[in-house]
Nanobody, 119 residues
Framework: QVQLVESGGGLVQAGGSLRLSCAAS????????MGWYRQAPGKQRELVAS???????NYADSVKGRFTISRDNAKNTVYLQMNSLKPEDTAVYYC?????????????WGQGTQVTVSS
């Protein structure tokens, strides 16, 4: 089992910055990929950014150049630095961990943190 605790959401004006944090605990050795997803009202949950255990990153086109995902292995924490925020970035952001147990993949989710960008 993997537990994820997010923090760092809030209200910010357009053009501002926020940093989200996601602390993992439990069977962290089994985690292969961690990422951030978001879900706006009336929309499907979408991938924002992900990072593998080897450090490879992937970003949604809509956030490239503005958001940066990173990880601190010593703290078992993944961060999402969000700069130049836009009103369309408003959503609930969820941390995700994909772990491999006994040959099967499992997805774990945090509780979500609200990010609101005012125009």
């Amino acid at each position: 089992q993997v537990q994820l605790v997010e923090s760092g959401g809030g209200l910010v004006q357009a053009g501002g910055s926020l940093r989200l944090s996601c602390a993992a605990s439990g069977s962290i050795f089994s985690i292969n990929v961690m990422g951030w997803y978001r879900q706006a009202p009336g929309k499907q949950r979408e991938l924002v950014a992900s990072i593998t255990s080897g450090g490879s990153t992937n970003y949604a086109d809509s956030v490239k150049g503005r958001f940066t995902i990173s990880r601190d292995n010593a703290k078992n924490t993944v961060y999402l630095q969000m700069n130049s925020l836009k009103p369309e970035d408003t959503a609930v952001y969820y941390c995700n961990a994909r772990a491999l147990f006994s040959g099967r993949w499992y997805d774990y989710w945090g509780q979500g943190t609200q990010v609101t960008v005012s125009s």
